[in-house]
């Protein structure tokens, strides 16, 4: 008899879906989402940047020439240049010419037109190939014999500080999703407590014909995980809409490091993080719910 009770108090939805301030709640839970979403790809995007460049900092080298008479220049990289494709004859050498090593300073001048007769210095790059030895510390005193001055840098320097910031900015990045995730499950209970005080009489009744409340509690994991699941899904298309936008040329432009972009094998991550999201909702919701109704709605 208290089954069919029950059945028939809940043939209609317990918990209105469009009460207790649903569309607001589903509003603020959508920008955490947001938020989320942009943290989690700017990580990603983190990642793929450091190993791009760890990637291309590998087998590599930069050869510069310090040359204090500049009509001594092309002489001097004429002899690096013998010497180093003697010693590396299966590698990349190659010469940087002016423009690009212009280029490579306006990090640090701008886009100010510089005076031709400024001294830049002579670079060469070399990538090593598999086969030749990379050891470069014999080189500086062979041309230093024939009077040329270089000085050598393999970029593992640079290679490490990539590393190091990169391992910071996951970090931190790791750091900022477990706040939105907190933030995500502080709502959630607020809005268990809420739908638990509006629902007071609903629940007594429910609880006076024989209902358990493990059968209440569902129906809080139920409804939050919904929630959870659209809010998800809104939060990660408003974000991946966005992260496509500042990934165009323009907007780029304005950025001093690479943006956030948006890579197709991105939707593994961020399918999981809307399942995610969904269950941290229906997990904060289903624990809230069961020590509220423990404590307050259940007489010993």
Same mark, same amino acid.
């Given at each position: 008899m208290q089954d069919n009770t029950v059945k028939n108090l809940t043939s209609n939805p317990l918990l209105d879906p469009k009460g207790n301030d649903a569309g607001s709640l589903l509003f603020v839970l959508s920008i955490v989402a947001y938020l989320a979403t942009i943290t989690l790809m700017f990580s990603l995007s983190m990642n793929r940047i450091s190993a791009s460049w760890n990637t291309s900092l590998k087998n590599t080298a930069t050869v510069q020439i310090l040359v204090d008479n500049p009509r001594l220049i092309e002489t001097q990289v004429d002899i690096t240049l013998k010497n180093l494709k003697e010693n590396y004859p299966n590698s990349e050498v190659t010469a940087v010419d002016k423009k690009k090593s212009l280029d490579m300073l306006k990090p640090w001048l701008g886009n100010s037109v510089l005076p031709d007769d400024l001294p830049i210095p002579a670079l060469i790059s070399i990538k090593f190939a598999k086969e030749d030895n990379k050891d470069l510390a014999y080189l500086t005193p062979d041309l230093k014999a024939e009077g040329v001055i270089i000085e050598i840098d393999d970029h593992t320097r640079w290679s490490e500080q990539v590393k190091r910031s990169a391992t910071a900015l996951k970090v931190a990045s790791s750091a900022l999703l477990i706040l939105i995730f907190s933030i995500a499950i502080l709502i959630t209970n607020y809005a268990t407590k809420s739908a638990l005080l509006a629902q007071k009489k609903i629940i007594n009744i429910l609880l006076q014909v024989g209902a358990k409340n493990i059968f209440i509690t569902k129906l809080f994991i139920k409804q939050a995980g919904v929630r959870g699941l659209v #809010?998800? !899904?809104?939060?990660? #298309?408003?974000?991946?809409?966005? *992260?496509?936008?500042? &990934?165009?040329?323009?907007?780029?432009?304005? $950025? %001093?490091?690479?943006?956030? &972009? $948006?890579?197709?094998?991105?939707? *593994?991550?961020?399918?999981? !993080? %809307? %399942?995610? !999201? &969904?269950?941290?909702?229906s997990i904060s919701a289903g624990l809230t719910s069961t020590n509220i109704l423990s404590k307050k709605y259940r007489r010993k």
């Amino acid at each position: 008899m208290q089954d069919n009770t029950v059945k028939n108090l809940t043939s209609n939805p317990l918990l209105d879906p469009k009460g207790n301030d649903a569309g607001s709640l589903l509003f603020v839970l959508s920008i955490v989402a947001y938020l989320a979403t942009i943290t989690l790809m700017f990580s990603l995007s983190m990642n793929r940047i450091s190993a791009s460049w760890n990637t291309s900092l590998k087998n590599t080298a930069t050869v510069q020439i310090l040359v204090d008479n500049p009509r001594l220049i092309e002489t001097q990289v004429d002899i690096t240049l013998k010497n180093l494709k003697e010693n590396y004859p299966n590698s990349e050498v190659t010469a940087v010419d002016k423009k690009k090593s212009l280029d490579m300073l306006k990090p640090w001048l701008g886009n100010s037109v510089l005076p031709d007769d400024l001294p830049i210095p002579a670079l060469i790059s070399i990538k090593f190939a598999k086969e030749d030895n990379k050891d470069l510390a014999y080189l500086t005193p062979d041309l230093k014999a024939e009077g040329v001055i270089i000085e050598i840098d393999d970029h593992t320097r640079w290679s490490e500080q990539v590393k190091r910031s990169a391992t910071a900015l996951k970090v931190a990045s790791s750091a900022l999703l477990i706040l939105i995730f907190s933030i995500a499950i502080l709502i959630t209970n607020y809005a268990t407590k809420s739908a638990l005080l509006a629902q007071k009489k609903i629940i007594n009744i429910l609880l006076q014909v024989g209902a358990k409340n493990i059968f209440i509690t569902k129906l809080f994991i139920k409804q939050a995980g919904v929630r959870g699941l659209v #809010s998800g !899904f809104y939060g990660v #298309s408003l974000g991946c809409v966005t *992260i496509i936008l500042i &990934s165009t040329d323009r907007i780029k432009e304005i $950025f %001093i490091i690479a943006p956030p &972009s $948006f890579h197709w094998p991105d939707l *593994i991550y961020l399918l999981t !993080f %809307i %399942i995610g !999201f &969904s269950l941290n909702c229906s997990i904060s919701a289903g624990l809230t719910s069961t020590n509220i109704l423990s404590k307050k709605y259940r007489r010993k």
